[in-house]
T-cell receptor, first 111, second 114 residues
C-alpha cells in the first residue's frame, strides 16, 4: 500500500510559468515532508522540506504547501527555468522511522 | 568535497555471480542507506545502518547483505545475482535518521544481471 503517492508521472510547463507538483499521503502521523530533485545519471538532491506544524515553507523560487486535512502537499516553482527539468520525488517520515519516497514526477520545462 | 561516492558506476553480471557495491561518505554521518530505483517504483530501501558495526533490514532486503565495518563505508553485497536485481542502486547518508535531516545521495550504480 503506497503511503506517499505522486499521481502524475510527468508534467510539462512553459518556461517562466509556475510549475505545481502534487503529492498525497495516507499516514496522518507523518511529521516531516521533503522534496528531492533528480537529474539523469545523478543521485537525488534535497530541495526543500516542511514540518507538519507548518503549512508553508519558502526557499527562493521553491515553495512547499502542506494541507494536513487533505493529506496533500504541493511544490510550487516560480518562475520555472530550463534547469528545473528533472524528476521530483516527494518523501515523508514519522519521527525516527525511515523516509518513504513517492514514485516521482518528471517535470519538463518547455522553451 | 566528494560527499557520497559509489563504486562502481556500472556493472554487468551473469546470473549467479556475486559482487559488492561500495559506498563511501566523507561527511562523518552516522546513518547510511542503500536504495534501489526501478522504473515506476520510486526509491525503495534495501538495508540501512545507524552507526559503525550496525545494520538493519529495509523494505526489500531479500537477496542482499550489507556490512558497516568503518563509519565512512557501507557495502552492499549480492551473493547470487538474479535478473530481478537489475536496477539502479543508490547509497545515501545522513546526520540523523529523521525527516529534519535530509539524506545525501551518491550518483548511483547501474547494475544489469543477464
Amino acid at each position: 500500500d503506497q503511503q506517499v503517492k505522486q499521481n502524475s508521472p510527468s508534467l510539462s510547463v512553459q518556461e517562466g510559468r509556475i510549475s505545481i507538483l502534487n503529492c498525497d499521503y495516507t499516514n496522518s502521523m507523518f511529521d516531516y515532508f521533503l522534496w528531492y530533485k533528480k537529474y539523469p545519471a545523478e543521485g537525488p538532491t534535497f530541495l526543500i522540506s516542511i514540518s507538519s506544524i507548518k503549512d508553508k515553507n519558502e526557499d527562493g523560487r521553491f515553495t512547499v504547501f502542506l494541507n494536513k486535512s487533505a493529506k496533500h502537499l504541493s511544490l510550487h516553482i516560480v518562475p520555472s527555468q530550463p534547469g528545473d527539468s528533472a524528476v521530483y520525488f516527494c518523501a515523508a517520515s514519522f519521527r525516527d522511522d525511515k523516509i518513504i519516497f513517492g514514485k516521482g514526477t518528471r517535470l519538463h520545462i518547455l522553451p | 568535497n566528494a560527499g557520497v561516492t559509489q563504486t562502481p558506476k556500472f556493472r554487468v553480471l551473469k546470473t549467479g555471480q556475486s559482487m559488492t557495491l561500495l559506498c563511501a561518505q566523507d561527511m562523518n554521518h552516522e546513518y547510511m542507506y542503500w536504495y534501489r530505483q526501478d522504473p515506476g517504483m520510486g526509491l525503495r530501501l534495501i538495508h540501512y545502518s545507524v552507526g559503525e558495526g550496525t545494520t538493519a533490514k529495509g523494505e526489500v532486503p531479500d537477496g542482499y547483505n550489507v556490512s558497516r565495518l568503518k563509519k565512512q563505508n557501507f557495502l552492499l553485497g549480492l551473493e547470487s545475482a538474479a535478473p530481478s536485481q537489475t536496477s539502479v542502486y543508490f547509497c545515501a547518508s545522513s546526520y540523523a535518521d529523521r525527516g529534519s535531516q535530509p539524506q545525501h545521495f551518491g550518483d548511483g550504480t547501474r547494475l544489469s544481471i543477464l
